[in-house]
């Protein structure tokens, strides 16, 4: 399946818009059309993918089930499929041979992403496969739902992390506080703004036009995450003089294929005859700069976490749901 992960993916990305005469008002047209393209295929790839999560299930053939269901609706994945279980908050995607399993109490959360001309649909859920914390998974939820249900132009987006962090802790459950929603904007999954998930003096005004992923995360925990020294997702951010012939193809490859996009390296071994060479290759680029790092992060205080997600259009008179099946 990795193979036909990196050959369907050699399509260059196709840059957002329609011709280069359109006024503004029809590129934004054209733009939020791909935005609802690529999120209604990430609502039905995650309504279809829950089926998956099941013991015994190992990380790896969920992560590339969801990704082939995501090729399959004629789009590409926007990130990797992120499978964060128990106390890892996010940015974990299978390593290269994983056969790590889900095992009967795991507390799993999917997050994945589609892309359609650039524009990104992001979204995540939460499954309880112990069946013991179903209030954790609701605290995250609801706070999901009233934050989605308070957004409008003119209203700020630290107002919407006091709304998010109330739901959270009324329930008895901590907000991840340095963890937050982000706006999105073709080939920019985290384009600058943030929606905190704590209250905060952040004065972001939403605008209609805006697209922005909303996702709270709830633990029982310290409330807070750390990176770890696991990296899976990486993406390129900048040349650099490179020594080795195998790094410069590498970078030549990702820009052609992922842009400025989020990528895994088990996405790559299709082209290197040697994991060895692969790892190489990598470690060169990330010395020099080449590559954003993604370290997988874990909850400090040890405790579950839990995060539903959406990505919506903000509207005149509200906020549209974009990731629904």
Known sequence: MVDDLTNEADASPQVVGGHEDETEEEHLAHMLESFRKAGKIAGKVAQDSKMLINPGETLTDVAESVEKMIFESGAMPGFPCNISINDTAAHYTPELGSETVLGEKDIVKIDLGVVVDGCIGDMAYTVDLSGEQPKLLEASQEALNVAIAAIRPGITNGSIGS??????????????????????????????????????????????????????????????????????IFSVQAEGKLRMRASRELLNRLVARYFTLPFAERWLIADFNSRLMLSAALKELLNTGCLHPYPVLKEVGKGLVGQFEHTVIIEHDGAAIITKP
């Open 163 to 232: 709304i998010i962090e109330k739901e959270i802790t009324s329930r008895g459950f901590k907000p991840i506080e340095n963890l937050t929603g982000h706006k999105i904007e073709p080939f920019a999954l985290h384009a600058g703004e943030s929606i905190p998930n704590t209250s905060s003096n952040e004065s972001y005004v939403f605008q209609e036009g805006d697209v922005f992923a909303i996702e709270p995360f709830a633990t029982n925990g310290a409330g807070r995450v750390a990176d770890s020294s696991q990296v899976e």
